[in-house]
């Protein structure tokens, strides 16, 4: 029993990332950083360029948005981020990335990407969750 809470207060000290586009934030997106705030102390939301979408918001607007939509919370950081997501995890020491679930066919591309992520940075774990 006594390696379990080690375990849980051991985890509650790691970073985690939870990267995405964020166009915009969401209840959804917020709900999934709540209760990843249960597993880690610091979270940072890295935000990314959106590639060959046309996004709704420019990049400075998301992040202000998430930045006001996170204010209250303890341990949230917001960055910017437009390389690998495992680089960025290796250069600031985050053990694991989040990620969320809209659909199970969501599930097929998340796995994909966490495969490969953990080729490129074996220390890093992912974690899918649902979005309610």
Request: hydrophobic share 40%; no cysteine.
């Amino acid at each position: 029993m006594k390696n379990k809470a080690e375990n849980r207060a051991k985890n509650r000290n790691r970073k985690a990332i939870y990267p995405g586009s964020f166009d915009p934030i969401t209840n959804g997106h917020l709900d999934i950083l709540d209760r990843s705030l249960s597993l880690f102390s610091e979270i940072t939301i890295v935000v990314a360029g959106t590639g060959a979408k046309s996004p709704i918001f420019a990049l400075d607007e998301r992040i202000e948005l998430i930045k006001e939509a996170t204010a209250s919370r303890k341990g949230v950081h917001v960055d910017q981020w437009s390389g690998l997501i495992m680089d960025y995890a290796r250069k600031h020491h985050i053990s694991a990335v989040i990620r969320g679930l809209r659909a199970a066919s969501d599930f097929e591309y998340e796995f994909m990407m966490a495969s490969m992520n953990k080729e490129l940075n074996p220390d890093v774990e992912t974690i899918l969750s649902w979005i309610d």
